[in-house]
Nanobody, 125 residues
Framework: VQLQASGGGLVQAGGSLRLSCAAS????????MGWFRQAPGKEREFVAA????????LYDDSVKGRFTISRDNAKNMVFLQMNSLKPEDTAVYYC???????????????????WGVGTLVTVSS
């Protein structure tokens, strides 16, 4: 599976962005999908995950109530709607695909088999 994240940019605090992750090469309907982010000098951290069916969704506490993950299996895409952005949300955002036992979604970075090229989100104060 090849993944490509897009939709990042520069936004003021309190603003919104919608990230997209386009998949090719294989259907994502057999994968749990996740969004992670990596700020400069920090490790890649979990943001949100969604099961293959979309019925199970997980969020990190830092984004709960502000971010919404969704997927469209027919279009082979995953989305991350980010509202009420804060400067601490600044990072490169990556989408990942996790198969096998992890199709229900997981917060574990090492469970993801495929990663896309990230997209940079910069939130100014």
């Amino acid at each position: 599976v090849q993944l490509q994240a897009s939709g990042g940019g520069l936004v003021q605090a309190g603003g919104s962005l919608r990230l997209s992750c386009a998949a090719s090469g294989r259907t994502i309907s057999i994968y749990g999908m996740g969004w992670f982010r990596q700020a400069p000098g920090k490790e890649r951290e979990f943001v949100a995950a969604i099961s293959w069916s979309g019925q199970t969704i997980l969020y990190d506490d830092s984004v709960k109530g502000r971010f919404t993950i969704s997927r469209d299996n027919a279009k082979n895409m995953v989305f991350l709607q980010m509202n009420s952005l804060k400067p601490e949300d600044t990072a490169v955002y990556y989408c990942g695909a996790a198969g096998g036992a992890n199709i229900l979604g997981t917060k574990e970075r090492h469970a993801y088999e495929y990663w896309g090229v990230g997209t940079l989100v910069t939130v100014s104060s």
